[in-house]
């Protein structure tokens, strides 16, 4: 240990574990500051896979704003990759051995290897998988989904009906946002059992459908970030990181169903698990 004590190395440890948590809590406070900064912190996380927790979501952002598939040394070398010479990994706060300790992850462009890594990615040039993600995400609702012809908005959940009502003339990428949102809110406010969706439910709906664009490349429709302004109020306080890793849940069980139907693994692709358990 390079001449120092055990106790001064896990004394080291522990200060360095407790100025990254402190880098952590900076990042979260930064992401709920305003909806644009929402925005962007909810698309990243989606590129992420909604893989990370709401904390070190926010340490990879910090580091690397653009970071994409972010994995560690394990699971980069599972898939026949490895790190580049001199690269240093990303910060993030796991739990290893029993202890909270300080791990490294590496984005892809920090790896090299024959093995494509691609992410999943929707777009009207590739209109038969936007309409089966479309047809993925739908499954997902717990009302029934019923076609308007006129509408003011893409989707629209009516409690006093139990629908979700669509509009028929959406374009796929407009009906895929408003689409996912009105489904999360629909969850939520049968959940709390209230007849009409809270400020919560709404915030959760808004949150999750701009992840899942995130994950999916699809651009963020003109006014989320305003919406979201008025709505980030309602994270309640002391309590915003516990809000986050709901709305990340939700965002990944769907996102993870239309992964699984829309862009199936290649065969004998090894599965990944991180060996270290991720905090939250």
Not at 23 to 32: E, G, I, P, T, W
Not at 73 to 92: A, P, S, V, Y
Not at 199 to 214: D, F, N, R, W
Not at 231 to 258: T, V, W
Request: with cysteine; net charge neutral; hydrophobic share 35%.
């Amino acid at each position: 240990m390079n001449g120092i004590t055990r106790e001064e190395w896990r004394d080291e440890k522990e200060a360095e574990r407790r100025q990254l948590a402190d880098r952590q809590q900076a990042a979260l406070a930064k992401a709920l500051s305003s909806g644009d900064n929402l925005v962007k912190y909810l698309v990243g996380r989606g590129r992420l896979g909604s893989r990370y927790s709401s904390g070190n979501a926010a340490l990879i952002l910090d580091q690397n704003p653009k970071a994409r598939i972010v994995k560690s040394l394990e699971e980069w070398g599972n898939i026949g990759r490895r790190i580049g010479r001199g690269e240093h990994g990303i910060q993030i706060i796991g739990r290893e051995r029993g202890y909270w300790r300080v791990l490294r992850v590496f984005e892809l462009a920090q790896t090299y290897g024959s093995r494509p890594c691609k992410l999943p990615h929707l777009s009207a040039k590739e209109p038969e998988k936007l309409e089966a993600a479309l047809d993925v995400l739908g499954t997902f609702s717990p009302v029934q989904l019923t076609a308007i012809d006129q509408m003011e908005t893409p989707a629209r959940y009516d409690p006093q009906a139990g629908t979700i009502q669509i509009s028929a003339s959406a374009t796929p990428e407009e009906l895929f946002h408003f689409l996912a949102a009105e489904i999360v809110t629909a969850h939520v406010t049968l959940t709390e059992e209230s007849a009409e969706p809270s400020p919560v439910a709404k915030l959760y709906g808004q949150c999750a459908a701009v992840e899942l664009c995130g994950r999916f490349g699809l651009d963020i429709p003109q006014g989320a970030a305003q919406r979201l302004e008025f709505l980030r109020i309602h994270f309640a306080k002391d309590e915003e990181r516990a809000m986050l890793d709901e709305i990340r849940e939700y965002a990944r069980s769907i996102g993870n169903g239309i992964e699984k139907e829309v862009f199936p693994p290649e065969r004998g692709r090894v599965p990944m698990g991180m060996t270290a358990r991720i905090e939250r």
